[in-house]
């Protein structure tokens, strides 16, 4: 009676074992593969005794081989429990995800769990792995982020242009000042609004002025380096921030910048029309208690190139004399 009962535990455990919805292996010192459940064969399409005292590194060569010696040769040696989770390596075992509600992964991601088994002597002679899929949380956690991301690209991007909104460029360039004054740097702030704007949307409506707005900001994000922040402060006022970018660097992309502008109408419906800015800029000076003072200076060298004929570039340094 009691060797029946013992005969159908070992069933139920077997059961069990084989159709847990987690993954068990278990590996001896060279880690050769001892024990394969139903999850490990399903997922991996081996039978047990395909696997069965082969290497699991022969069997899986997509396996991160040093780094999964170093995650169980610490269980071996210290006798300690050890986890890994998919945000640290997303899968141990590259197997396809087949789940259609989570069809967005391509593999499934696993968290696991690894376990030293001692023989009689207390030596840890195998360990054990738990494979955990988390694929459904994982998917989740990922498509949470990104959407995070993307709001907020969209809280610190103007619609229109798709260049920086005022709040967030200004926050960089609040950082840029920080930084520039730290390091004695010679960054350039620069400026510049369209010329007679005004008139393009009375003459031709404020959908035209819209597409010259977005024409504008295409010529402008061409111009730029990838070290460079552009926004839209307001209107159709434009800002850029030029980093590590001396008077002469700067004189040279403004002008540049005035000429691109200058020779590429707006195309709006069958109309062709020109456009042209004004731009004023100032170089980074300790004189600036804070980056409000140095908006000034390019404010008011962007205000002397309308004021003295419009279409042309100021350097704050060069109107000091008439401050």
Wanted: glycine letters at 4%; charged letters at 30%.
């Amino acid at each position: 009676m009691a060797a029946d009962l013992e005969m159908t535990e070992i069933h139920w455990l077997m059961d069990m074992f084989n159709t847990v919805d987690v993954g068990l292996v278990v590996l001896d010192r060279d880690y050769k593969v001892c024990v394969w459940n139903g999850f490990m064969e399903n997922h991996s399409g081996l039978l047990p005794s395909a696997v069965k005292d082969k290497d699991l590194f022969d069997l899986f060569p997509a396996i991160d081989e040093k780094w999964f010696r170093s995650k169980s040769e610490s269980v071996f040696v210290l006798k300690n429990r050890s986890f890994t989770i998919w945000e640290q390596q997303p899968y141990i075992f590259r197997f396809k995800n087949y789940r259609p509600i989570t069809g967005k992964a391509d593999y499934m991601y696993q968290n696991a769990t690894f376990i030293p088994l001692t023989n009689t002597m207390g030596e840890v002679s195998h360990i054990c792995i738990i494979l955990y899929d988390v694929t459904d949380i994982a998917v989740n956690k990922k498509e949470l982020e990104d959407l995070n991301k993307k709001l907020e690209q969209v809280s610190q991007t103007d619609s229109l242009t798709q260049l920086a909104n005022r709040g967030h460029w200004e926050s960089t360039l609040r950082q840029e000042f920080l930084r520039t004054k730290r390091s004695e740097g010679c960054s350039t702030l620069l400026i510049f609004d369209i010329d007679h704007f005004k008139k393009v949307n009375d003459e031709y409506g404020h959908s035209c002025g819209d597409e010259a707005l977005r024409h504008l900001s295409k010529l402008l994000r061409s111009a730029l380096r990838e070290t460079d922040m552009a926004g839209r402060y307001g209107g159709e006022e434009f800002v850029i921030t030029l980093l590590d970018t001396d008077k002469e660097g700067a004189s040279i992309f403004a002008e540049r910048l005035r000429q691109l502008i200058e020779s590429k109408p707006v195309s709006y419906k069958d109309l062709e029309i020109n456009m042209t800015v004004s731009i004023g800029f100032a170089c980074f000076s300790n004189e600036f208690k804070d980056h409000e003072r140095w908006i000034e200076a390019a404010d008011k060298a962007l205000y002397y190139s309308k004021n003295n004929g419009r279409n042309k570039v100021t350097a704050y340094d060069d109107i000091e004399v008439v401050k």
